[in-house]
């Protein structure tokens, strides 16, 4: 991957190198698949698997005992029975989440469910209504058509939502969706709580996962602002109140 790490031609010197200090000793060798989560493009990840077999056979034949191989990370466990080795690293699959579109779509088809291991959740602040022609957030980006009923969300890009969601995504209140209206402000969103009947101020929203029979991802979000789930869930920022159940 051109990341940190030994190059595969200086494996055995390495090792040779650092088995003259007396006080390290080497345990394992990992390497980190690139596109396992790729099953439509299996050339790169096939050569790295090879690359690694190679790998283990020159480091018998010059009687280096490695006690410990790794390799998979969750493409690579999710979607393959001949890379485990004896230690595997699950990544994003231990938190319920697909590694990509393509390996959850296999993994379903083989009955392989994933449940997401988090929520996002927050509480309406203020309800208020705007009328006709008024302007919503930064830059005055959206404007009401009708009079219009808003509810104030307490959650913004410094916890970690991206602005690309402003005026696209949606949360969720009382099991019905509310679009974003405007832009996504530091620590507010705007939300559209027309069609929602008897909200109140404290209702629980939900940014993140289910409400009701409806249910915003984590992929959902990700598809909206050009990136990846991972992204989605690793900006959550620390601040933001955790609750194990």
């Not at 990341?3 to 494996?11: A, F």
């Not at 077999?53 to 790794?70: D, F, G, R």
């Not at 393959?80 to 080795?85: A, F, G, L, P, R």
């Not at 009947?197 to 209702?203: A, G, L, R, V, Y």
């Amino acid at each position: 991957m051109g990341r940190q790490g030994v190059l595969p031609s200086d494996i055995v010197k390495f090792i040779r190198f650092v088995k003259k200090h007396k006080h390290i000793n080497v345990l394992s060798i990992a390497t980190h698949f690139a596109t396992s989560d790729e099953p439509e493009n299996k050339k790169y990840f096939l050569n790295q698997k090879q690359t690694l077999k190679k790998i283990i056979n020159e480091l018998k034949k010059n009687n280096i005992n490695i006690s410990i191989y790794q390799c998979d990370n969750s493409g690579a466990l999710l979607l393959n029975n001949d890379t485990h080795y004896n230690l595997i690293r699950p990544g994003i699959s231990i938190y319920g989440f697909y590694p990509s579109e393509s390996v959850r779509k296999i993994c379903q088809k083989n009955n392989i469910f994933l449940k997401p291991s988090l929520t996002l959740k927050t509480k309406v602040a203020q309800i208020k209504v705007l009328q006709k022609g008024s302007y919503i957030s930064y830059g005055a980006t959206f404007k009401t058509k009708k009079k219009t009923r808003v509810a104030i969300i307490p959650i913004g890009y410094y916890d970690g939502l991206d602005r690309k969601l402003s005026n696209k995504e949606s949360v969720l209140i009382r099991g019905k969706r509310a679009r974003i209206l405007g832009r996504v402000c530091m620590n507010i969103l705007i939300v559209d709580a027309s069609n929602i009947k008897n909200i109140k101020q404290e209702d629980e929203v939900v940014v993140i996962e289910k409400q009701g029979n409806l249910e915003i991802t984590a992929e959902e979000i990700a598809k909206q602002t050009k990136t990846i789930n991972y992204e989605v869930i690793t900006r959550l920022r620390e601040s933001i109140k955790r609750i194990f159940k």
